[in-house]
């Protein structure tokens, strides 16, 4: 068992949910029970997969949780650029967004790769 607030995965996982909700706040109201529900689970996902995979036994369940955090960042990013081609917010924040989720989805790789290898 990790402590996950030591982790800069996690970090940064906050940073894109501060930045999700940000980007979303912009949103037109039509979208409050669509894109920004959406878009705020899948944020809030990306980080609560990361400290209930650090919260696991082993290291087969905690690369588990790490491949759903990814799957969440994966998911966000699509609409995220959903969200730009519909021009539905900020396009300079939701491009900010993207780049946050890139860093993300690197830095789980490479923790995916420690705890299995």
């Known amino acids: 068992m990790r402590n996950p607030y030591k982790l800069r995965v996690v970090e940064n996982a906050f940073a894109i949910a501060k930045a ?22 899948a944020a809030v996902s990306i980080g609560s997969n990361i400290a209930e995979g650090c919260g696991r036994s082993t290291r087969t369940q905690m690369a588990n949780f790490m491949n759903y955090a990814v799957g969440s960042a994966s998911e966000l990013e699509f609409q995220a650029r959903l969200a730009i081609r ?22 789980l790789a490479t923790l995916i790769r420690q705890v299995t290898g």
């Open 86 to 107: 519909l021009r539905l917010g900020d396009e300079v924040q939701l491009t900010a967004l993207c780049a946050l989720l890139a860093s993300e989805r690197k830095m």
């Open 20 to 41: 999700t909700y940000d980007a979303t706040a912009e949103f037109p109201s039509t979208e409050r029970f669509g894109l920004i529900i959406q878009m705020r689970r």
